[in-house]
Nanobody
Framework: QVQPVESGGGLVQKGGSLRLSCTAP????????VGWFRQAPGKEREFVAS????????YYADSVKGRFTIYRDNSKTTVDLQMNSLESEDTAVYYC???????????????WGQGTQVTVSG
């Protein structure tokens, strides 16, 4: 069982920015779509963004479009999430995962990492 490792979370003021990073062995992400999800207290885990295996296709939740950008560096086996103009509603634990089968978009998440906490104040 492989678990991706998320990092980069923290406390930021409203309107600020953070960049999250997700790493995993190359063989784990290779050929698969990778995505970010989040879970706020008392709420279900929700989709945030997804990127195809080749980095050519990106998908975003409506709530983050225009503010978040997902990046993929296959040479470093990392998938980053740049978050700008953060709002209090973005406060959550952020997780990354790959799709079990698809190289286009994450619809069936595989294993979850431990997540990284993002807290937006103000």
């Amino acid at each position: 069982q492989v678990q991706p490792v998320e990092s980069g979370g923290g406390l930021v003021q409203k309107g600020g920015s953070l960049r999250l990073s997700c790493t995993a062995p190359a063989y784990y992400f290779d050929s698969y779509a990778v995505g970010w999800f989040r879970q706020a207290p008392g709420k279900e885990r929700e989709f945030v963004a997804s990127i195809s295996w080749d980095g050519n296709n990106e998908y975003y939740a409506d709530s983050v479009k225009g503010r978040f950008t997902i990046y993929r560096d296959n040479s470093k086996t990392t998938v980053d999430l740049q978050m700008n103009s953060l709002e209090s509603e973005d406060t959550a634990v952020y997780y990354c995962t790959k799709d079990k089968d698809s190289g286009v978009v994450v619809r069936t998440p595989d294993y979850w990492g431990q997540g990284t906490q993002v807290t937006v104040s103000g």
